[in-house]
């Protein structure tokens, strides 16, 4: 698996909260996947968590 054109962004009204994309390619025995990724990251009193993950 490699990533590329990583960006990551604080929302401006929730310092807590994080978006982060990134181009991913990933290729397994069985599986072969190309494209945008896209995550939201909150940190909580347990630390950083993802909240959210998909396609992008």
Known sequence: M???DV??????LNEYLVRV???QNYESDNYR???????L???GSAG???VYEGNG
Not at 33 to 39: D, L, S, Y
């Open 2 to 4: 490699s990533i590329s």
């Open 21 to 23: 994309r990134y181009y």
């Open 41 to 43: 990251w909150r940190e």
């Open 7 to 12: 960006s990551m962004v604080t929302d401006p």
């Open 48 to 50: 950083w968590q993802i």
């Open 33 to 39: 996947w190309k494209g945008w990724k896209e995550q």
